[in-house]
Each structure stands twice: as C-alpha cells, then as structure tokens.
C-alpha cells in the first residue's frame, strides 16, 4: 500500500501573463491540457492599501523589468479586478483546472473570497497580517495555504497558535519555502519540511513545498521528503520582462515535473510479496538453480 498522498501540483501564474488576459487564459489552458497540472494560481493586490505613498511613486528598482513610470503604476498594470478573476475562474472550470490566487492584502482578501475559490495562499511576506487572515478564518470556508519564507521559527509557531486558536487549522496547509528569485540549492533547505512536519504534521493539514529554484529535482526530492502539494511559478517564456519569469517552469517543464512526480508516487511502495509476478518470470529463467 503507497502511504503517500498523490501530489497536487499548482502552477503560479502569478503576475506572469503581463496584464494582458489573453496570454492568463492560454497559461490556463496550457497548464490544464499540456501540463497535466492541478490548480493554476494566481496573484491579487490592492496596491494602495499595500503600499505606502512613497513606495507607490518610487521608481521601480530594476526599470528593465518595469510596466510603469513608477513601482505603483508597474504594479496596477499588472492587476486584474475581481471581475476578471472571475472570469478566469471560469475559464479554469471550462478547461478542468482548479483556479486560485494569492492575497495580498484585506481588500484583495475579501474579493477574492467572494469568488468561492476552493483555497487562497497568504504569501510569505504577508503571513503576519492578522486582520487579513483573521477575517479569512472567520469568512471564509475554503483553504488557507500559507508560505513561510523569511519567517522565523518562532512567527511559525504563532501562525499556527492563532489558527488553532480560530478551529482553523485543520484548513491549514503550510508551505516550505526560501524566499528569493531564483533560490540557489544551498538555500533551498529542504530538509525544513522535516522539521515542519514533526512539529506541525498533526495539527495542519498538509505541509507543502513552494519552490523558487531551477529544474525540477528538487521538488521530486521534497514530495519525497512528505509536501504533497508542490508549487512551482510557471511561464510561456522564461527571458520575458518580469521579474518572475527566470524563477519559472517553462510549459515544458512544469509537464515534466508533473509526470515525474505521478511516477514517484506509483514507486513510493513496499514489495507486497518476496518475489512479485515481474520478477518471477526472471527468477524461473534467470535464478542460479544450484543455489
């Protein structure tokens, strides 16, 4: 018998469609018929609430990257409202793909609950925002994912304390993750996915993997390791503008990982007998009958 969970394999979209919703719903429809994958994600922002006055009308910090004259006009050029969300939920069930997004802020939380989305992820840079996932707890029934990049050990523990505290936990699934744009494999630590496990594998749902690093070893190695749910930032092109995109799966990536972690998990077994009936052909032909 696998005691492993079959893998959930979610494809971030995030900000990588460029703002434009033909190139979402094509990342949609890749993903779903091409990819094989679970669940497409992507990102919403209310970016006044979540940006001070200065950040908005700063410059960009990397302009080759940027779609606006500052980092607030970059980012609105990248959002869609909730009634295109919507629309890409749609489109997602017409093409047999979970839809979900990240949220970013309360206002964004709030909207995007609305959609009824079966989970919504809680970035790492915002998994101490109390009053965004307080209201979520108390408003909404779906999942909560919530990355743990640049989190310290002891914000861990407080995060799942309040969840506990709500009777949420049980719809909590906690990511590993390093935070950074690509990660190198030193600083993958995956081995973090041990330590969330023995400490919280009873009291959340699931502990998950969100990986920003390159190929796809590293994700076989961490659904291994016990994180059924990989996520991975997915892209048509890595070399678009963008600052996701050299972090992402191209297509035909993101289909690899999602074959090789459907053949791990049919390896991830016991032999149920000595000799099974594969090898038993051998044994009678090959097996040293002086033995």
């Known amino acids: 018998m696998n005691k492993y969970i079959k893998p959930f394999v979610i494809a971030e979209i995030g900000c990588n469609h460029k703002g434009d919703m033909e190139i979402a719903k094509e990342l949609i429809k890749i993903a779903a018929i091409f990819c094989n994958v679970d669940a497409v994600k992507f990102q919403k922002r209310n970016n006044k609430e979540l940006l001070t006055a ?8 990397n302009a080759s990257n940027s779609y606006g004259a500052t980092y607030g006009e970059h980012r609105e050029y990248l959002e869609f409202d909730v009634h295109q969300h919507a629309e890409l939920k749609k489109y997602c069930e017409e093409v047999g793909i979970i839809y979900s997004t990240s949220v970013w802020d309360s206002t964004s939380a709030k909207e995007m609950a609305s959609l009824n989305p079966q989970f919504l992820k809680i970035p790492s840079a915002c998994n101490n925002n109390f009053e965004m996932l307080g209201w979520l707890c108390d408003n909404y029934s779906g999942e909560i994912h919530i990355s743990t990049g640049m989190t310290t050990k002891d914000e861990t523990e407080t995060l799942v304390n309040y969840f506990i505290e709500k009777g949420r936990n049980k719809d909590l699934v906690l ?3 390093t935070s950074g744009y690509p990660v190198p494999f030193e600083d993958v630590c995956l ?4 330590l969330l496990t023995q400490k919280y594998g009873d009291k959340v749902k699931h502990v998950g993997f969100s990986g920003h690093h390159l190929g796809i070893a590293v994700d076989i190695a961490a659904y291994t390791l016990g994180a059924p749910i ?3 930032h997915y892209t048509i092109d890595r070399t678009w503008k963008g600052t996701d995109h050299a972090a992402s799966l191209e297509p035909m990536g993101l289909r690899k990982l999602a074959r090789d972690l ?30």
């Open 230 to 232: 990989i996520e991975r």
């Open 54 to 61: 200065e950040q908005y009308n700063a410059p960009h910090p």
């Open 262 to 291: 459907h053949a791990v998990h049919n390896a991830l077994s016991f032999k149920s007998t000595d000799i099974l009936p594969i090898e038993q052909v051998q044994r009678d032909k090959l097996k040293n009958k002086k033995g």
């Open 175 to 177: 990511y590993n993750c």
């Open 191 to 194: 081995l973090d996915i041990n």
